[in-house]
């Protein structure tokens, strides 16, 4: 499908405009930034594209607002005693200095940073950064297996990038998706629901009905797992380690 996009500026909105082999507009503000996005048929006219934005104004507005109240964590500065999240959980940061290589390890109620002298903010950001890495790509091809069974599809690849603005993408020509590493921070039921929407990108290229409907069959509370995934804490300054 050729696809091809533009900017359109409408009142104090960016909108993300993607022109592709579809009949109808469509639009839709997406987590966590709110970015908008508005999908038109390839060869609908420039001005009845920014008619139609206008004229969803108010409802882009509305869900920005919703975005915007979201909460965001505070800036971490990776020092003793601040909270962190694993899969949901809250746990409490330990750090302890120590002469060998720096590693993290989970405890009950605590993530444990060890950590050489002199280590800086950055320092420690990058290696919890890379600690989320390792245990997501520990977790998530159990789940993809699952969910390709479940849902009678399978893909080449996974990989986890730094998204600002998904959670997932589906590279379906390739066969691949990619997870936000921030999922790491989320209820593991948030993860699967990630996982299964990207799969069913295998299945349906586009968010339309159809593409509901295997939503529904497969995974029948997706809607709540949406809406829990997208009212936690977001990180503080765009994912920002
Ligand atoms: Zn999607």
Redesign the pocket.
Known sequence: MNTSSEILNISTFEIDVIRKDIKNMHLAVYPPTGRIRLSAPARTDSEVVRLFAISKLGWIKKHIKNFKEQPRETKRSFSKGESHYYLGKRYLLDVIEHEKRNSVKLASSKIILYIQKDCTEEQRAHIMKEWYRKELKELVPELILKWEKIIGVTSNDWGIKHMRTKW?A?NIDEKRIWLNLELAKKPLICIEYIVV??LV?LLERN?NEKFVKHMDQFMPKWRLHRDLLNSLPVAHNDWGY
């Open positions: 997932g589906c929407h990207e990108h968010h």
